[in-house]
């Protein structure tokens, strides 16, 4: 018989309680779910397997069961493995994401500061291999005055999300993302900006160099927090993907997911 990964973390913490009844026969159940700081109710959930042991649970664990460094690191690389092996399977594909591409979140204050679509559109610049650290030209590169450029390179220097060195303007991360699903103003029109931008490229730039089709289908509401996720995978691959040390130009994803008709009368 295969051993699953929560019988590990349940086992060491059989293992505890019986070292400890060894040493006072009547050491109970209740008595071991007080020593770590939960209910008896909980803890034999979890030793009875009808119930998972959190990550967060089982670091607070660690200590307070006195475990040696081998079995800290068993105890909790098998309430790690469990996690994961109970998630479905986009969120394992979001797991694994997360941490190869090592995404760098920008919280929501400094996100307002540069909402414009152009800050990004500097960042991205600077990994061109044909990047010049001269705002004329980078103003002329994105369609922008050189007075905004200026501008947007000192909100971003001051962010600490660009650095000048030695001539050079250099990217501090490679890859930004901002909070999901919180309303904002900053946010709205950040994503309002790169749909006109989408919008004008229609005009602008020939078939082969941009792609922009849509699809309209029926859905089931239920499956919507799993669908955005899987969006957000798409965009985190493609991306990881198509992302060059050495690029030659830079480029919007856009995806859009949105009701076409609503209960409520607002469309």
């Known amino acids: 018989m295969i051993m699953k990964y929560s019988d590990i973390y349940k086992q060491i913490l059989n293992n505890v309680l019986k070292d400890r009844r060894k040493k006072n026969p009547s050491y109970s159940l209740r008595s071991f779910a007080r020593s770590l700081d ?39 690389e098998a309430i790690s493995k469990d996690s994961y092996y109970r998630l479905n399977p986009t969120e394992r594909e979001n797991r694994k994401l997360e941490e190869k591409l090592d995404y760098y979140q920008l919280k929501l204050d400094s996100f307002k500061m540069i909402s414009n679509w152009y800050h990004l559109g500097i960042l991205n610049l600077t990994m061109l291999d044909h990047f010049q650290h001269d705002e004329k030209w980078i103003a002329n590169e994105l369609g922008i005055s050189t007075k905004e ?8 220097l001051r962010l600490g999300l660009l650095e ?12 930004i993302e ?28 020939p078939v082969e160099e941009r792609d922009i089709t849509s699809i309209m289908m029926p859905i089931d509401k239920s499956k919507l927090a799993e669908a955005k996720l899987k969006i957000k995978n798409f965009r985190r691959s493609l991306s990881s993907f198509l992302k060059s040390e050495d690029g030659d130009q830079v480029y919007s994803l856009n995806i859009q997911l949105f009701p076409q008709n609503n209960n409520d009368g607002i469309l």
């Open 38 to 76: 939960t209910s008896p109710t909980t803890l034999s959930s979890i030793l009875s397997g009808k119930r998972p042991l959190t990550m967060e649970k089982g670091i607070e664990w660690t200590a307070l069961l006195k475990l040696d460094q081998k079995s800290k690191k068993e105890f909790l």
């Open 149 to 156: 450029c200026e501008e947007a390179i000192k909100r971003l």
């Open 178 to 205: 901002t909070p999901t699903d919180i309303p904002s103003q900053a946010i709205r029109n950040f994503h309002r900006e790169n749909i006109e931008r989408a919008m004008q490229s229609l005009e602008v730039f």
């Open 164 to 175: 000048y060195r030695e001539n050079k303007y250099t990217r501090t991360h490679k890859s």
